[in-house]
């Protein structure tokens, strides 16, 4: 399955791996790119030694392509800037911000940069500051989100920008990647599904969660604070959006979720912890290794493809 994203990344299947606070380290991102999607390895609030690091091992793993998520309210932001720059990796995914201004760095080090919007606004800058790609994020993602959802944000996006686009947020099998392929998407990026994949080194209790979860489990914290994030419900949320309800000030809503990432994560407390996944942690029902998940994914949509090109039209 040729696309303009495959190309530009030399990848063989349109398949990248969100890149996930804490979830997505070396391991991860780089079982992904080894079967044939790409993997990005989630920066988030980590220094850049943590980052180079992490790049170097993904590299002892496999010699596929290798990209870096950048989340850009990270204290260590210029630093990551400069250390995918010496490390030269194949791509860079942005969120949580505009990165218009590390773009030319990134491009003349030959670095593919793919900011992740979620607004039309934001991919046409992106677009007219050199973006090769972006990808349209809905809120049915986990994590920080936008207001837009996949369903009603991929149209316009595509319709807005000449550069290709990936559709992220609540796609977890072929049948949303067929979707969002139909829809104009030249490639998905899936991130629920690979926290609870063989590979990902978060605790057994945060993939035991997101593998119980039910369609309706997910809930958004921290609209009042302008930074909503989704997050499975659990006694922490429960909590927040009491406190959130009550008026309580950012400050103190902040200190209720400090680390809590890392809670759930690394001690696998996924009762006061936050246990970011996106609204489709109700369709994944297992784990399986990251070669299991890209082919299952790209086997699927060629099949549903297939079908109703059948019953439609053929
Ligand atoms: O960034 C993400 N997902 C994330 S980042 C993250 S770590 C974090 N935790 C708590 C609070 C904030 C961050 C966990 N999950 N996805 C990409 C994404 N970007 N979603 C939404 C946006 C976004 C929102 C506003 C991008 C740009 C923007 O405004 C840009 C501007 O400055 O105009």
């Known amino acids: 399955m040729e696309t303009r994203i495959t190309k530009l990344l030399g990848i063989e299947y349109p398949i990248i791996q969100g890149g996930m606070a804490w979830v997505a380290n070396a391991n991860l991102s780089a079982n992904v790119s080894k079967a044939g999607g790409i993997g990005f390895i989630g920066a988030a609030n980590a220094p850049g030694e943590w980052v180079r690091s992490e790049i170097r091992k993904a590299r002892e793993i496999t010699d596929k392509p290798i990209g870096v998520n950048i989340m850009l309210l990270s204290q260590y932001v210029d630093e990551v800037v400069q250390v995918v720059v010496e490390e030269k990796v194949a791509a860079v ?27 039309v ?41 000449d550069i290709p686009v990936i559709a992220a947020g609540g796609i977890g099998d072929g049948r949303g990647m067929a979707a969002a392929l139909m829809m104009g998407a030249e490639a998905v990026q899936i991130g629920t599904r690979f926290i609870v994949a063989s590979e990902s080194t978060v605790s057994q209790a945060y993939k035991d969660r997101v593998i119980a979860a039910k369609d309706i489990d997910s809930v958004v914290t921290g609209r009042s604070t302008g930074h909503p994030v989704r997050s499975l419900r659990n006694e922490m949320t429960r909590q927040y959006l009491e406190m959130e309800k009550n008026g309580v000030p950012f400050e103190e809503l902040e200190l209720l979720t ?56 053929g």
Request: aromatic share 4%; with cysteine; hydrophobic share 45%.
């Open 93 to 119: 995914t942005t969120g949580a911000g505009n990165p218009a201004k590390y773009m030319q760095q990134w491009k003349d080090a030959g670095i593919k940069v793919i900011p992740v919007v979620a607004s």
């Open 121 to 161: 606004a934001l991919a046409k800058m992106m677009q007219r500051a050199g973006a090769d790609a972006v990808v349209a994020e809905g809120m049915e993602s986990g994590g920080h989100i936008g207001d837009s959802t996949t369903m009603a944000l991929l149209p316009q996006v595509v319709d807005a920008v």
């Open 258 to 313: 400090l680390g809590a990432l890392r809670k759930a994560v690394v001690e696998g407390d996924v009762k006061m912890g936050t246990v970011m996944a996106g609204q489709i942690a109700g369709l994944i029902k297992k784990e399986q290794t990251c070669e299991e998940i890209v082919k299952e994914l790209m086997s699927e949509a060629r099949q549903v493809i297939e079908d109703r090109y059948a019953k439609f039209v």
